[in-house]
């Protein structure tokens, strides 16, 4: 995020600070996991409560949304106030959340708040381990710390779908809001081992984060209700956004990025394509079920071939990295994830194993386009503010993984499945399109 590759690394760690590392990797796993279930079961949610897609789709967009904007603010408050008590607040909510969605598990207006709630708490996993390691133990060993966030990531996709799967098909989804009380376990080992930071005066750009979400949720409503008061409002937003940078010394991103034709291109870019990321991972269980009758433990189960070669791509792209250019890389990760969708779109309807095959080719495709594609975004920005740039870019990709189950799901409700799966092989396409015309041509050398 915004401050986490600014953090000036003490030099010399304590006993308690190494400690408090894998308890803090635990409860990042552990928080991941309870994200990813609640993503898989969209479809037994919606169908135990009667809703539609586009309505069920809000309790994993708007989530993706708090995490996204909540990292941020972790982030900067972590400069103010110790980690140890924000980790302690963010399983403090992820409780709350948890007890709300699960007694009022019969009201979905409830479980949305609930699952806001919970997630502002998650959000707080990732962003403050990676500080956590930055701050407290020595340059020559972050990257080994760092490393193991990546394969936790991966690790908690394949676990987050067999939770999911299993619970909501042999007790109930509404049991995964009980789940996440075991984080409470953590919580004495946290105060344990963790040291108590001094405080320092720090500041949380409330007003930009506030806009973004603004920005961000209008977009989602539309897309979940079309009501054109929903795009005046991102008129609006955005307007104010832009006018709050240029004049703000104190917001968390300057004007000065957006002046930037290359960041912003890159940024564009990234933002289409992530968008058909969790587009067609939220579909997938509809899809079988629909079309085969699976249960939502069996479907957990087609999408770990996904999964584990996301991990194995990702350990394996640094080396691919030495032999391909960005270009390359970007250009055949973005082909093959057209192909992936227009497989089953074509052919789907033949066997379950095209589907497995197609988020096989998926998952691994934009595993291996994460780190070209981050590094031809930041290779114009000054090192020095690369952390900035960094942590304006995961908030986005954050953004538009939600807008793209949002429409996803509104897509759903108005045309066929091969023709969503379709819909999503062209946006693809489109920003392949634009990433050759708008910043490959200017990277042949990269």
Known sequence: MATISEQS???APSFHAKKAVPVILLFFVFALIIDNSFKLVSVAIADDLGISAAAVSLQASLAGLVIGIGAVVYASLADSISIRKLLSAGIILICIGSIIGFAFQHSYLWVLTARMIQTAGLASAETLYVIF???????EEQKRFLG???SSYSLSLVIGSLTGGYVSTYLSWAMLFLIPLLSLILLPFILKYLPKEQSRKSHVDFIGLLLIAAIAASVMLYLTDFNWIFIAIFIVAAGLFLGYISKSTKSFISIAFFKNKRFVSVLVIAFVIYTVQLGYIFIFPFVLQKM?????DTISLLLIPGYVTAVLVGALSGNIAKVLTNKQSVSIAMIIIA??????ALIGGSSVIVYV???????????FMYAPMLDSCISS???EKSGTAIGFYNLVLNV???IGIAYTASLMEAVSFETVLFILCFITLFALAMYWLLVGRLTESK
Do not use: D, E, R
């Open 292 to 296: 085969y009758g699976l249960k939502l």
């Open 357 to 367: 095959l197609s988020m096989l080719l998926f998952s691994g495709s934009f595993a």
């Open 339 to 344: 192909c992936s969708l227009a497989l089953p």
């Open 400 to 402: 538009a993984v939600s």
């Open 381 to 383: 920005i000054p090192v």
């Open 148 to 150: 193991f966030s990546t």
């Open 9 to 11: 690394p003490k030099t």
């Open 133 to 139: 390691v930055t701050k407290h133990l020595p340059k």
